[in-house]
């Protein structure tokens, strides 16, 4: 069974317990200690990825942002340093939207 599906089905036999009445402290402070390890994980991918961003941007002065829509847009050439910019510009994104759903918790 792949991780992936055997993972989910241990979120489900959780939520089954709870649906069901089952409340545990242990359960219930467990999820929370998970949930503010994956929120610290990715408060620290972002700060590494900012310090990567602002490289750029000194180097270029050019926000992220703005160099990102010429980037997508065609504006710019496809040199290894824009691809990186870009690359980076996206995982950043990606920490960002995953960081806005951990800290909607608690």
Do not use: C
């Not at 242990?26 to 990567?52: G, N, P, V, Y």
């Not at 160099?67 to 990606?94: C, H, P």
């Amino acid at each position: 069974m792949p991780a992936q599906s055997r993972f989910l089905d241990q979120l489900q036999v959780l939520n089954t317990l709870y649906q069901r009445g089952y409340h545990s402290d242990l359960m219930e402070r467990s999820l929370a200690k998970i949930i503010e390890l994956e929120r610290s994980h990715a408060l620290q991918q972002a700060s590494d990825l900012q310090t990567k961003l602002q490289a750029y941007e000194t180097q270029y002065h050019l926000p992220s942002d703005t160099f990102y829509q010429q980037f997508s847009a065609g504006e710019l050439d496809d040199s290894m340093d824009f691809v990186e910019w870009s690359v980076f510009y996206d995982m950043w994104q990606s920490v960002q939207t995953r960081l806005g759903v951990l800290q909607s918790i608690g």
